[in-house]
């Protein structure tokens, strides 16, 4: 089947007539007017031969004349690729020979370089697309354009946007074109242009079920024809329906994670962090929107109470673009404060907590070493309870454990909790007492080079895992980290330490507070890129382990200086600050400690649930795309390998997204699109200074730590950071991410390490190319772009 009608064109057909040809046939079933046409299908591609005879009876057939020929490939105009501009589009064709000569175009066009580049960054195997053709009547178009059924500028899905401008200018960029909000026009009856797209947009939407973008154009004669149609593919997953105007928070950016997780994920940081909002004295719906975590703040938004404590929560746990976000949404009078909020906790309940928090944290102040050592304890009594039983043998019993795993404690929160706690407040009061008399820069200063932080303790030992296996360098840098790991797992490769170091670590990962993702020790492939990257680094001046404890003695000398200063300005607040930053020297360190105790659960889960994967499905984790009742279903007979598969084709997908927002409404309204743009100068970017110093040096913009080539010095920019990315702060000259707080993994880091940090750059890594030199000035809080 070489050619047929547009008309028999449909959704099921893509394979034989590309996205473009099956969205077009879908308007015809659908009684949209769309210019009659014909598909050259990709079996005539395949064959490599233009179907001269078919074509020329199927263009006689539309009354010859001029007509537009179109490309339509099999992985384009889809939900996750619109290939907009890619391929090749001739209009104004007329007569046989250009036909079948712009049929030709459009079949080369399929790996022009452009196409070829987008196909590439998507990672789109050229090998498995095929190109069909559009050919339709030509519209000669008096006004022409394109309607967005949702505004992708802003993603609110009640609002439509028009580009509209002369003849089909609007499409191929020649020309300024008008830009047009159109909002509901229920009860307006209006007869116009505006009124008979929103018409339009609202039935095909409701034929595709999803948001499109709509190329159309009228004629002469005023009529109305579409032209295309395909998802839009840019906009960020909408939240739930709900009947009133809802305002979500992205939770993710917490522990450093931008990236979506699995279903199986999802349920376990749903609780992990519903637990850490419920020890602040709030509770807050975890949603999931797009595969990430979003906190449903609405009821707190519109309590008077709690209203007051939420732009203090932002700028501590989320960082100051949620800070921003926050202050405006207070503003909106759509979130006005409601109810007296008169209602709380049950006064006991609080009042037992506060007790049991002040008395454990005033405790760790007082003795620090001892609160450290029963924190130690806690965790490794956590980490022997965590072993799953030897007893389990049935996919049934491995369930039902892990269903039950981590119900209790063991007694350890309030040994783990309290000391990092303390920590946390004895660094970040100082700031408060010493203000006028101490600058920030100097507060952070004192709190370099921090003993006892888990993450850095892992780091380091990566670095000595590295210098053993210096004698291996060339094996370990001519050899891409992935085939290492596989060498490592077949014993083919000389011993460097690492069953060792795994031991220890291994649970860990980039990402790993989701269960879905493989730690170290299941595919080691992180390490060995690490361990590569730190044999690049030859001056020994630059050791991470001589850094950090040159660190850390700056820091002693940087706060016996300080002690004396602000002793004589400052002699009560000033000695209480004091005594706060050396308690927070011997107790800063331990905030990893929680979540690294937290992990050897995780890692149990994981792999009783790998175990229940394998004898479920062909990949054991497939098991991660399922919940745990699914999965209890599966095991009673359910057949979900297509939930599966259509789940793991939504997580690819949403792999690829770089830019998840800050704060959505339910409307799907991205709220940080709605703020003025920063008044960034030329060449200069502004974000939040997180760790001090000024360093000059080439981007590197890294979005999988995985596989990340970082040279000594260069200045590592991303969009966010967890422990797993850590080690490549070792040999990083400066960091700077997209989102983040100035107490999150990833500055807390760089400040011990005693490199620059600049957090919440917005757009960084698009806006700055690896190899660029760039200035990172952690005090000023500005990435400035060499010119």
Known sequence: MSVIPLAEAHAGLVPLVGGKAAGLGELIRAGERVPEGFCVTTEAHRAGVVPQDEVRAAYARLGGGPVAVRSSATDEDLPDASFAGQHDTVLDVEGEADLLAAIGTCWESLHGSRAAAYREARGTDPADVRMAVVVQRMVAPVRAGVLYTANPVTGNRTEMLVEVGPGTTVVDGSTEVTRVVLADPAGSADPGWQGELWAAGRRVQAHFGTPQDVE????????????????????????????????????????????????????????????????????????????????????????????????????????????????????????????????????????????????????????????????????????????????????????????????????????????????????????????????????????????????????????????????????ILDTPPAELAARYQRGALPDIGLSAFLSRYGHRAAAEADVGVPRWAEDPTPVFAAV????????????????????????????????????????????????????????????????????????????????????????????????????????DGADLTGLVARRRATHRRELRRRVVPVALLSDGTDVESTLPAPADGVGLLRGVGAATGRVTGPARVVTDPATAHLEPGEILVTATTDPGWTPLFLTAGALVTETGAIMAHGPTVAREYGIPAVISVPGATSRIVTGQVITVDGAAGTVTTAR
């Open 216 to 475: 159309w154009a009228t004629d002469h004669d005023g009529t109305l024809w579409l032209l295309q149609s395909r998802p839009v593919s840019t906009l960020f997953p909408a939240p739930p329906q709900t009947d009133d105007l809802r305002v979500y928070v992205e939770f993710g950016n917490v522990q450093g994670m931008l990236r979506p997780v699995t279903p199986m994920g999802m349920a376990t940081l749903r609780a992990m962090i519903a637990a850490m909002v419920a020890s602040l004295g709030m509770r807050v719906e975890i949603v999931d929107i797009g595969g990430r975590l979003y906190g449903d703040l609405t009821d707190l938004v519109r309590r008077p109470a709690s209203r007051r404590r939420l732009v203090r929560l932002m700028a501590v746990d989320f960082g100051p673009r949620a800070q921003a976000v926050m202050e405006h949404i207070l503003r909106d009078p759509r979130f006005a404060p409601s109810g007296d909020g008169s209602r709380r906790r049950p006064a006991d309940a609080s009042l037992g907590t506060a007790l049991r928090a002040l008395r454990g944290i005033l405790r760790a102040l007082a003795r620090p070493d001892a609160a450290r050592r029963r924190l130690v304890a806690a965790v490794d009594r956590l980490r022997a309870e965590s072993a799953a039983p030897t007893h389990l043998r049935t996919a049934h019993e491995r369930l039902r454990f892990v269903r039950d795993h981590g119900d209790g404690d063991g007694g350890a929160a309030d040994d783990i909790t309290w000391p990092i706690v303390a920590g946390m407040l004895a660094s970040a009061l100082p700031a408060h007492l010493l203000k006028g008399v101490a600058a920030e820069d100097e507060i952070h200063a004192v709190l370099r080079g921090v003993p006892h932080n888990v993450t850095i303790e892992m780091d380091l030992a990566l670095w000595a895992l590295a210098d053993a296996a210096r004698p291996h360098r060339e094996l």
């Open 532 to 635: 590569a990257n730190y044999l690049r680094l030859t001056d020994p001046t630059q050791a991470p382990d001589r850094r950090f404890a040159g660190a850390a003695a700056a820091a002693g000398a940087a706060l016996d200086e300080l002690a004396a200063r602000v002793r004589r300005r400052r002699p009560v607040r000033g000695r209480i600050a004091i005594f706060l930053l050396r308690r927070a020297r011997r107790l800063a360190g331990l905030r990893e400690a929680g979540k690294f105790a937290g992990l050897y659960r995780l890692r149990t889960v994981r792999e009783q649930l790998l175990l229940i994967g394998a004898t479920l499905f062909p990949a054991a984790d497939d098991v991660m795309f399922l919940t745990l009742d699914e999965v209890e279903a599966a095991l």
